[in-house]
């Protein structure tokens, strides 16, 4: 997905308000980072997850995100381009 289907998509399932509510985070593994954070006790029952066309993309977007009040989980040090909520 591009940055405006991303940006869209996560708005799409957040809201429009409390971002402060949500975490964001980007990622090369999807379902391992989603079991870390369950095992951290981490609520992720509101997890939704997306591909970003490349990890630059995927960065924009969390950083987006992040400027509007989103808290950050991480960034993979690695080249990512799965961009999740929770």
């Given amino acids: 997905m591009n940055f405006l289907d991303l940006k869209n998509a996560i708005q799409t399932r957040v809201g429009t308000s409390y971002f ?6 980007t990622t090369n593994d ?12 981490k609520d992720c029952r509101f ?3 997306y591909e970003a066309d490349n990890d630059a993309v995927a960065r924009c977007v969390q950083e987006y995100f992040q400027r509007k ?16 909520v929770f």
Avoid: A, V
């Fill in 69 to 84: 009040g989103m808290r950050t989980d991480r960034i993979d040090e690695q080249e990512s381009k799965y961009i999740y």
């Fill in 20 to 25: 402060n509510l949500w975490t964001i985070g």
């Fill in 30 to 41: 999807c379902s391992t980072r989603k079991e870390e954070l369950e095992t951290e006790h």
């Fill in 47 to 49: 997890w939704e997850d």
